[in-house]
Nanobody, 123 residues
Framework: QVQLVESGGGLVQVGGSLKLSCAAS????????MGWFRQAPGKERDVVAS????????YYADSVKGRFTISRDNAKNTVYLQMNSLKPEDTAVYYC????????????????WGQGTQVTVSS
């Protein structure tokens, strides 16, 4: 049974930082590219960042470039999202997801999803 468990969300002030973690189990982690998505109330779920199987390639949405960093530790079966200079518009539920196809950023390309962790940025 595949499980992706996010942690690290919370309430932070504008300009602050948070680091999200996603621990994976039940799958061969190094075979999967990983992505972070977010969904704000009343909005669609959008990709935030993704990372290839070995971490050699990364992608960032324009809205987070220069502020967020995705990384992974295949020995720990964990992917991270370091979020700096947070803004109110970053407020959302953040999800991690796993895919066999790094180049496909569509939600439907991701095979497994976590339950999400809430990030709230107060102004």
């Amino acid at each position: 049974q595949v499980q992706l468990v996010e942690s690290g969300g919370g309430l932070v002030q504008v300009g602050g930082s948070l680091k999200l973690s996603c621990a994976a189990s039940g799958l061969t982690f190094s075979r999967y590219a990983m992505g972070w998505f977010r969904q704000a109330p009343g909005k669609e779920r959008d990709v935030v960042a993704s990372i290839s199987r070995l971490g050699t390639n990364t992608y960032y949405a324009d809205s987070v470039k220069g502020r967020f960093t995705i990384s992974r530790d295949n020995a720990k079966n964990t992917v991270y999202l370091q979020m700096n200079s947070l803004k109110p518009e970053d407020t959302a539920v953040y999800y991690c997801a796993a895919t066999l196809t790094y180049s496909d950023l569509r939600i439907g390309a991701y095979d497994y999803w976590g339950q999400g962790t809430q990030v709230t940025v107060s102004s």
